[in-house]
T-cell receptor, first 117, second 111 residues
Framework: DTGVSQNPRHKITKRGQNVTFRCDPISEHNRLYWYRQTLGQGPEFLTYFQNEAQLEKSRLLSDRFSAERPKGSFSTLEIQRTEQGDSAMYLC???????????????FGPGTRLTVL | QQPVQSPQAVILREGEDAVINCSSSKALYSVHWYRQKHGEAPVFLMILLKGGEQKGHDKISASFNEKKQQSSLYLTASQLSYSGTYFCGTEILDSWGKLQFGAGTQVVVTP
């Protein structure tokens, strides 16, 4: 068990460019979450998957954001036409949780820090 | 839907106690507590479930008042390693499976 990994750890991009982040969850975990965290704030929920199914996406999330988990293992988060307001830490977390139960212990990855110039 | 945490920050000397509160305006199914050190990922501490079940850390305790939709985290006999920012994540009854996190409580433990 190597924990949740995220790549890249840092990304600097220019406004208007597209970026993609990857998250590899703990291998047996079926649930995967994406959060965004800005300085001085707690993680803000973006979306989550149960295996390959995307169960919910935050209503606050712009259409420029999309996430996939094609085979129920790793996930990608893409931001199109980045804006300076997208600068943040993007955290991924995974858990072993079943649909008939609520949220269980989430294990967080180290995050990807995005800076949009 | 974001829970409200208090205080925003607390400074302790080693060995002192502190309480961090988390309150929600919505009916809760569970409350999750995490600690995050600067530049690191949040680390799980404890889950408190509606109905009284708890899972988590041996040396940190917490309570969950279902009627008031509040939870408290108790840092007892604090150690230097307790320093960090503590977040509560709440799971509300009509939105199972996802957490909304508070803004955090910064804890500094000094020698």
């Amino acid at each position: 068990d190597t924990g949740v990994s995220q790549n890249p750890r840092h990304k600097i991009t220019k406004r208007g460019q597209n970026v993609t982040f990857r998250c590899d969850p703990i291998s047996e975990h079926n649930r995967l979450y994406w959060y965004r965290q800005t300085l001085g704030q707690g993680p803000e929920f973006l979306t989550y998957f149960q295996n390959e199914a995307q169960l919910e996406k935050s209503r606050l999330l712009s259409d420029r954001f999309s996430a996939e988990r094609p085979k129920g293992s790793f996930s990608t988060l893409e931001i199109q036409r980045t804006e300076q307001g997208d600068s943040a830490m993007y955290l991924c977390a995974s858990s072993l949780t079943y649909l008939d139960r609520g949220a269980d212990t989430q294990y967080f990855g180290p995050g990807t820090r995005l800076t949009v110039l | 839907q974001q829970p409200v945490q208090s205080p925003q920050a607390v400074i302790l000397r080693e060995g002192e106690d502190a309480v961090i509160n988390c309150s929600s305006s919505k009916a809760l199914y569970s409350v999750h507590w995490y600690r995050q050190k600067h530049g690191e990922a949040p680390v799980f501490l404890m889950i408190l479930l509606k109905g009284g079940e708890q899972k988590g850390h041996d040396k940190i305790s917490a309570s969950f008042n279902e009627k008031k939709q509040q939870s408290s985290l108790y840092l007892t006999a604090s150690q230097l390693s307790y320093s960090g920012t503590y977040f509560c994540g709440t799971e509300i009854l009509d939105s199972w499976g996802k957490l909304q996190f508070g803004a955090g409580t910064q804890v500094v433990v000094t020698p």
